[in-house]
């Protein structure tokens, strides 16, 4: 296949995703008509009516265990496919991985030093 079909095969995948999803939702739009009740705009919270704002703010302290969960959430994403392809690539893939968790480990050893793993 040359550079010109491909492109023309990804055009074709990306108007038919864009054409299933618009019908998907005509069609979930005309058979699930929706009716306006009072009391569907009301906060609730386990069919209890909520006294307290619904919009609360998170303290500022939870930002460090959020930043500390993504680096070690992205470390699993990365880290299946690298086993994956282990096998085939070897000692440079294996370099390349310890270089990258040295990076979160050091990321780690930053949170820890600021304080970030202290409860509070």
Excluded: N
């Amino acid at each position: 296949m040359s550079a010109t079909q491909h492109y023309v095969l990804l055009l074709g995948i990306a108007l038919g995703t864009v054409g299933v999803v618009l019908s998907l939702y005509c069609l979930a739009r005309s058979l699930g008509l929706t009716q306006k009740e009072p009391g569907k705009d009301v906060p609730a919270s386990s069919g209890v009516l909520s006294r307290d704002p619904v919009w609360g703010r998170y303290h500022a302290r939870y930002y460090g265990y959020a930043l500390l969960f993504l680096a070690f959430d992205m470390e699993m994403a990365f880290m299946y496919p690298w086993a994956v392809v282990y096998k085939e690539v070897g000692l440079v893939a294996l370099l390349d991985m310890g270089v990258f968790l040295a990076i979160l480990f050091l990321g780690l050893l930053y949170g820890w030093s600021q304080g970030a793993l202290r409860r509070q």
